[in-house]
């Protein structure tokens, strides 16, 4: 079965820094790569998906990288703001395809 | 504006009691997923349906039964089976298969045991 791990579970970051959140998994042999973001109390948003074609995928102020051969993605959030205080999670998708493993998340909180 | 809704966003069930949760989409996707959520546990699939009237086990479905009659539409029933029901419930939905398309989320119920 997929494991996925996320580290750092929680970090504090002032206000303009960069964010670097990191995701691994066990099984390198994936389809793609999909980071979430999750609010207190509310439903997953996605953010980034990036196939296992791709090096990496941006949007914004955020960057994902993959690199399958090693089972590891990072997430760049760059020049942070209070407005990115939330959970992150990522998730590699299992069982023929038709499953998605999570990861437990990394917890941001971005200090004014 | 096309989204996922859940109801009720809280819920209070006594022991031995079935509960149901609602789940709508009108984003005419045809997988939708009900996954529970613990803290510190992340994210556990608990049944999953990729066609109308067709669904499958997750990782726990133990407690928990589904139905699938409509393309719009994937209740939970999570019942006196269910030795541990309290958590967050998250339903989403899929244009295909998990793996190639983007899942999105309802807001969530967050179910509580008295």
């Known amino acids: 079965k997929q494991e996925v791990t996320q580290i750092p579970a929680a970090l504090s970051v002032p206000e303009g820094e960069n964010l670097v959140l990191n995701c691994s998994f066990t099984d390198s042999a994936i389809y793609n790569l999909q980071w979430f973001r999750q609010d207190p109390g509310k439903g997953l948003t996605s953010l980034l998906l990036i196939q296992s074609s791709q090096r990496e995928q941006t949007s914004g102020r955020l960057n994902a990288s993959l690199d399958k051969s090693s089972g590891r993605s990072t997430l760049y959030i760059a020049a942070s703001q209070p407005g990115d205080s939330a959970t992150y999670l990522c998730?590699?998708?299992?069982?023929?395809?038709?499953?998605?493993?999570f990861g437990k998340g990394n917890q941001v909180v971005v200090i004014p | 504006d096309g989204g996922i809704t859940q109801s009720p966003k809280y819920l209070f069930r006594k022991e031995g009691q079935n509960v149901t949760l609602s789940c709508e989409q009108n984003?005419?996707?045809?997988?939708m997923y009900w996954y529970r959520q613990d803290p510190g546990q992340g994210l556990r699939l608990i049944y999953y349906s990729q066609i109308v009237n067709d669904f499958q086990k997750g990782d726990i479905a133990e407690g928990y039964s589904v139905s699938r009659e409509k393309k719009e539409s994937f209740p939970l029933t999570v019942t006196s089976a269910q030795k541990n029901p309290t958590a967050f419930y998250l339903c989403?939905?899929?244009?295909?298969?998990?793996?190639?398309?983007?899942?999105?989320f309802g807001p969530g119920t967050r179910l509580t045991v008295l």
């Open positions: 998730a590699v998708p299992y069982y023929g395809n038709n499953r998605l493993a």
């Open positions: 989403a939905s899929s244009k295909g298969q998990a793996a190639r398309d983007t899942q999105y």
């Open positions: 984003l005419n996707h045809d997988a």
